[in-house]
């Protein structure tokens, strides 16, 4: 009796200890568990509050750092924010993953803690009154009820903090900062390249191919939709857009293989429009030049739908700006200014007042200004040229040309001489902007005045020999103008002068470029007409590529990239 009596008492001190650690482990855990509840609470207020103002202070302190003259301590302190921001997210993410499963792993052993207690607490069988016996089991059944109710309410609120707790992409996170000067230079990011003014930054170009032998073709590669707006290339890849009726699409070429990287569709949108727009053959619905920074590509058709893209062709974000009022479809291409996104939305006649000039921050879609434009519908693109320390956004529309602040919308100057059907984009070169009325005139504006300087700053006007469509190009000391019928006039930029015409009998869309001390000229037969700038006509080649053209070529490190009506072609030698 003795012996057995013995062994009760330490089964029943083994049995109470083990019930101490399984109660004190449940405690524990379940200390810890509202620890980790408790801060990944905080954890998720400072992503969906802390987190947003940050980013909204970041977005103004670049908003009034484009505004305003460079300054590097702003720069820094812009740049540090970023990395901030940057590092927190990346730490609240790792802790909210990480911090979820603690929390699930600290509520299983707290649950599993209290059940085991709750069993090993249980007393041995004793003879007890009727009504203590019952007492004591509802009391255990009640303990039992409160642990499973309490264990499962702690995993609930574990898995609705696991599965709605925000995963940040990385790529999603705070925008990179906006592409360098020397980037912008080095790389043919829009239209005509940098300050859309067509001259190429390096001098190794090709003067010899021929597209029917091959000889100096790097590669052709075919374009899978039609389009007339030029090539765009940045660090490898070459961008382009094509668009039927129904379809519009971004192309993505490795610029060293000619392999079609990616294609990306630019979904329609309600604002776009359901029926077919109407447009002129010679137009189609992808005339505009896509834009880059670098970082992601922007596209624009004739319906107004707007994609933006990153590098890989995921879609960053779309809309639209609704169909455009264009007799001959919407052709304006696109313009980049740091971040901003510029877009010349001219259409209807001057006195409806339905043209725009907008601002898009290119991160994030969101219109950053836009103003609107006493001005008729124009095919012209914008350009953003330095004019001594300050950039300007310059446009060319009917009846105004005018100057702007890109970081803002300000109107800087317009001047009253802008004509009907401006198709032909202005460039920037010795001083002067030069704008091209078609048919009419060219003008010389000093873009150093303020308002309408109509009657003060343009210097000089010409008539002869004016182009229709295609934009001029200027060394700064010499502008050529390309007239579509083949007649190339050169003009001196101090006062206007000719200095000698050429007709070269064979008709061009393409705006011409300049390469060091040589013009390239390429017609719609695809003959690309090479001549040496001097005090006449000096032509040292012509190349043809054996495909007719309507778009500009682009200019890279000894390479010349040229979308056919049907295919891309990369002109160059395997070496370079």
Avoid at 146 to 169: C, E, H, K, M, R
Avoid at 473 to 498: M, R
Wanted: charged share 20%.
């Amino acid at each position: 009796m003795s012996k057995i009596r013995e062994e009760s008492f330490v089964d029943s001190a083994s049995a109470g200890a083990a019930y101490q650690a399984a109660l004190w482990s449940a405690v524990v855990s379940g200390v810890f568990s509202a620890i980790v509840l408790v801060l990944l609470v905080v954890n998720y207020l400072q992503i969906k509050v802390l987190d947003p103002l940050r980013a909204e202070r970041l977005e103004m302190m670049k908003v009034k750092f484009i505004g305003e003259p460079l300054s590097e301590d702003m720069l820094f302190d812009i740049r540090r924010l970023d990395l901030e921001i940057r590092r927190d997210k990346i730490r609240r993410q790792f802790f909210s993953r990480r911090g979820g499963y603690l929390l699930l792993g600290g509520l299983v052993v707290c649950v599993a803690g209290l059940k085991l207690a709750s069993v090993l607490g249980r007393r041995p069988p004793q003879p007890a009154a009727p009504d203590d016996k019952q007492a004591r089991q509802m009391r255990e059944a009640a303990m039992a009820r409160w642990a499973v109710t309490a264990g499962l309410g702690l995993l609930s609120v574990a898995a609705l903090i696991v599965a709605f707790n925000p995963q940040i992409n990385i790529t999603e996170i705070t925008a990179p900062a906006y592409p360098s000067e020397e980037q912008i230079n080095n790389n043919w990011a829009g239209f005509r390249g940098p300050a859309g003014a067509g001259i190429s930054a390096y001098e190794n170009i090709p003067t010899k191919w021929d597209g029917k032998t091959g000889d100096g073709i790097l590669w052709k590669s075919k374009v899978p939709l039609r389009g007339h707006n030029s090539p765009v290339v940045w660090a490898g890849r070459v961008f382009l857009s094509g668009a039927t009726s129904k379809k519009r699409q971004v192309f993505c070429f490795d610029a060293l293989s000619g392999e079609l990287l990616w294609t990306a569709d630019v979904a329609g949108t309600a604002a776009g429009g359901t029926k077919a727009v109407d447009i002129m053959d010679d137009t189609g619905y992808a005339a505009p030049t896509v834009a880059t920074d670098g970082r992601r590509v922007y596209a624009i058709f004739a319906n107004g739908d707007l994609g933006c893209f990153d590098f890989d062709g995921k879609s960053i974000w779309t809309k639209s700006l609704g169909v455009p009022d264009s007799t001959y479809g919407y052709a304006s291409s696109l313009a980049m200014y740091r971040n901003l996104l510029l877009i010349q939305y001219d259409q209807g006649m001057a006195e409806e007042v339905k043209s725009r000039m907008i601002a898009i921050d290119g991160y994030s879609g969101r219109i950053v200004w836009e103003v609107r434009r006493p001005v008729a519908g124009s095919w012209a693109s914008p350009i953003v040229a330095k004019v001594g320390e300050k950039h300007q956004l310059i446009t060319c529309s009917d009846p105004w040309i005018t100057g702007y602040n890109p970081a803002t919308g300000e109107e800087l100057w317009k001047a009253l001489c802008g004509g009907a059907d401006m198709a032909p984009s202005p460039v920037y070169a010795g001083g002067f902007v030069f704008a091209v009325s078609p048919y009419d005139h060219i003008v010389a504006i000093r873009p150093d005045g303020r308002g309408d300087v109509t009657d003060t700053h343009i210097s000089w006007s010409a008539e002869d020999s004016i182009p229709d469509i295609c934009s001029p190009v200027s060394n700064g000391k010499v502008i050529f103008l390309l007239h579509t019928a083949g007649t190339l006039t050169c003009y001196q930029c101090a006062d206007g002068k000719i200095l000698w015409e050429k007709e070269l009998d064979t008709s061009f869309n393409a705006s011409p470029s300049l390469v060091g001390d040589k013009i390239y000229l390429l017609s719609t037969k695809g003959v690309m007409f090479i001549a040496r700038i001097g005090a006449e006509y000096e032509e040292i080649a012509r190349c043809e590529l054996g495909e007719k053209v309507h778009a500009s070529a682009a200019f890279a490190n000894g390479r010349i990239y040229i979308r056919g009506t049907k295919n891309l072609y990369c002109i160059g030698t395997a070496n370079e």
